[in-house]
């Protein structure tokens, strides 16, 4: 079956370490999305990547970083330098990077900083 | 920068009942998309309207885009317990260039039998 998976669905880090979440996605999409949720809040943009090997910086890219090696991969690390990681994050995908096409999304993993 | 306002923040409505939830923007929206989302889950998507004057339907929801592109609203007739769930919508505030979605705040909506 085709579709969008993030993992794990739980992360748990302590303060000051890196952590990478995984986006897989086997759609063949062009189009990859970073997106961060928090509570009451609707979804923020944090990197998006229209085609392997480039991507660019959202409204909050600040202390994340990303890279597009394949097509089907779009891994995000939260760095240190984010002061506020805790949150759910969202991995998209749309079959390209135009507008008006619509976007797939993954099932989520919440990080939690301990 | 561009913001998308949804309304209500929250709706309670029994089994039965229709129901509307709004988005409305203060700028041209070139592509209006709705989500549904439940709690600590990923979104599915539910619709898109492009032109002034869309409207699509799906089963008990259906969706408008106003002429001027500003408003959206979103309608479930004779809502069921299924319709539970936090109703995001999304829109590309920029008439050209790669696709960024921004998003509201989200509708939380509860049916009670």
């Known amino acids: 079956d085709g579709g969008i998976t993030q993992s794990p669905k739980y992360l748990f880090r302590k303060e000051g370490q890196n952590v990478t979440l995984s986006c897989e996605q086997n759609?063949?999409?062009?189009?990859m999305y970073w997106y961060r949720q928090d509570p009451g809040q609707g979804l923020r943009l944090i990197y998006y990547s229209q085609i392997v090997n480039d991507f660019q910086k959202g409204d909050i890219a600040e202390g994340y970083s990303v890279s597009r090696e394949k097509k089907e991969s779009f891994p995000l690390t939260v760095t240190s330098a984010q002061k506020n990681p805790t949150a759910f994050y969202l991995c998209?995908?749309?079959?390209?990077?135009?507008?008006?096409?619509?976007?797939?999304f993954g099932q989520g993993t919440r990080l939690t900083v301990v | 920068s561009q913001e998308l306002e949804q309304s209500p923040q929250s709706l309670i409505v029994q089994e039965g009942k229709n129901l509307t939830i709004n988005c409305t923007s203060s700028k041209t929206l070139y592509g209006l998309y709705w989500y549904k989302q439940k709690y600590g889950e990923g979104l599915i998507f539910l619709m898109m309207l492009q032109k002034g004057g869309e409207e699509k339907s799906h089963e008990k929801i259906t969706a408008k885009l106003d002429e001027k592109k500003q408003q959206s609203s979103l309608h479930i007739t004779a809502s069921q317990p299924s319709h539970a769930g936090i109703y995001l919508c999304g829109a590309d505030p920029r008439p050209e260039g790669a696709q960024k979605l921004v998003f509201g705040q989200g509708t939380r909506l509860t049916i009670n039998p």
């Open positions: 759609l063949n999409h062009d189009a």
């Open positions: 998209a995908s749309s079959l390209s990077g135009l507008r008006n096409t619509e976007a797939f």
